[in-house]
């Protein structure tokens, strides 16, 4: 028999439990067997750590044709995009990470880590522009500037004075 609970119980489930099927097949792409590596870096490897690296690919070996199909599988190389100067430390690094990832998985997944240097694929976020400043304060800062004969270095200061004195904006 049909009731109300029956039907919310099958209706309502997390954003969260679709999110990682609806990855995979795009992780997949990339080597990985799953996006439990994508989804979960920040878990994985910690804050400091995520702001300087991100996965980029989990590279398996190739399996010849004589290969026996009981032999045991070699775990990957898992490839990462570091910023800068980071990269040393994190070489340095390497086995702990290996070590985290695979406890993550739950087997000996990654053998290896490779290291890439280059700018990390994240959308920067917008500043709002400073809201121009009062007529008084420009007026106060034209008052400063009175002496400076030079247009162009007196235009400079004026704006730079008007942007010092206008009153803080709150942050949000």
């Given at each position: 028999m049909w009731t109300p609970?029956?039907?919310k119980k099958a209706w309502?489930?997390?954003?969260?439990?679709f999110v990682g099927a609806a990855l995979d097949p795009l992780a997949a792409r990339q080597g990985f067997g799953e996006s439990d590596i994508l989804l979960n870096w920040d878990a994985i490897v910690g804050e400091r750590l995520m702001a300087v690296c991100e996965p980029v690919r989990l590279q398996w070996?190739?399996?010849g044709p004589k290969t026996s199909p009981d032999a045991p599988v070699e775990p990957a190389t898992l490839h990462l995009r570091v910023e800068g100067a980071f990269a040393l430390e994190l070489q340095h690094l390497a086995p702990v990470l290996i070590e985290r990832v695979n406890a993550r998985l739950g087997w000996k997944c990654v053998?290896?880590?490779?290291?890439?240097?280059?700018?990390?694929?994240r959308?920067?976020?917008?500043?709002r522009a400073p809201p121009p400043p009062s007529a008084a304060t420009l007026?106060?800062?034209r008052a400063m500037t009175e002496g400076i004969e030079d247009t162009a270095l007196r235009d400079a200061l004026n704006r730079l004075?008007?942007?010092?004195?206008?009153?803080?904006?709150?942050k949000t």
């Open positions: 609970s029956a039907r309502s489930r997390p954003l969260a439990e070996p190739i399996r053998g290896r880590v490779s290291l890439k240097q280059g700018p990390l694929e959308p920067q976020r917008r500043r007026e106060r800062a004075g008007a942007q010092a004195l206008s009153p803080k904006r709150a």
